[in-house]
């Protein structure tokens, strides 16, 4: 039975624009995956990073999923290979960056996936684009909003911009 999931998509080094577009067209690849709706693109400044790591495009996918989150988190782990991530978990400037945000209602706390995503409701980066495409999404550990954890502070570090959301892709 497929569930929705949600995930990130980042990028801060090279042609950011197209490795976002590269990363949405291999996650149409990914067997048992259904894009159902995808964010405008925002340009946001690096959280935890050095002074001088280039700006992020940032972007949220919505899916249906019918198999394991394992095998999900191993195929972004490719699609991010494929597209010249290196050192994941260090905070670097990277190509791609894919992140498993939610998978339905559960909770998920293994040695290589935490989700719903640890920082989910700290970045505005990933809640703004989630919100745009589904904005009654709630948090499964909570009960409460995803819109209630974003912030006037947050919302002025992410900035549109391409706006081109694309729903029942």
Known sequence: MAEIIYIGLGSNLGDRERLLKTA??????????????LSAIYNTRPQDMSDNSPEFLNQVAKADYEYTP????????????????EEKGQKQPRTIDLDLLLFGDREINTDSLIVPHPQLLKRAFVLIPLLQIDPDAVHPKSGKPLSDFVTTSGQSTVKLYKDHVAREI
């Open 24 to 37: 949405v067209h291999r996650l149409e690849q990914v067997e048992g995956l259904e894009l159902i709706a």
């Open 70 to 85: 394992g095998e999900l988190l191993r195929a972004l782990e490719d699609i991010e290979q494929e597209l010249g991530r």
